[in-house]
């Protein structure tokens, strides 16, 4: 990761290594501090599976969640994140095996996740997404749909019990 000052200097903020989180999925969130939250495609658990992360201003990354090590989840996207300070994201083979929708909050606890259905639900999740001020995530997946060819979705999480 790195930043570029007004006047076209790149400073290296972190290099990711050969062992841990690796491969960071584009996008990343800042918060009032300017701590920096993202998620990469691999490097947890088990080398197939990604991590939500956060940079804190000394340049220490935190492991805030580690995917489950039983499924390869890929995580195509960086986070999107509420005023409540929780976070949103997708990974492309997670839940069911179709694909997933998540919402960690700020100290990267799971508090909901999606399982997309494959077949006319779509699967195969590789975009970003965005969330509107009610708390919709929306986003596309590559393949399924009517016409196989891939949909645009829109979750909505539960709040939590």
Do not use: C
């Not at 340049?59 to 986070?79: A, K, M, R, T």
Request: glycine share 18%.
């Amino acid at each position: 990761m790195f930043k570029v000052d007004p006047a076209g200097q790149e400073t290296v903020l972190y290099s990711f290594p050969l062992k841990g989180p690796q491969w960071p999925a584009p996008g990343l969130v800042r918060d009032a501090t300017g701590n920096l939250f993202g998620a990469t495609l691999y490097g947890g658990l088990s080398n197939y599976t990604g991590v939500v992360f956060k940079l804190n201003t000394s340049g220490q990354l935190h492991v805030l969640y580690d995917f489950p090590s039983s499924q390869e989840v890929l995580v195509p996207s960086g986070l999107v994140r509420d005023a409540a300070g929780d976070f949103y994201g997708t990974t492309t083979y997670g839940g069911s095996g179709d694909g997933s929708g998540y919402k960690l909050d700020a100290a990267g606890h799971l508090l909901a996740e999606y399982s997309f259905p494959g077949g006319s639900g779509g699967y195969s999740i590789s975009s970003g997404v965005i969330l509107d001020r009610a708390g919709n995530l929306y986003g596309t997946a590559s393949a399924g749909g009517s016409g196989g060819n891939g949909v645009v979705f829109q979750l909505r999480f539960a709040a939590p019990k």
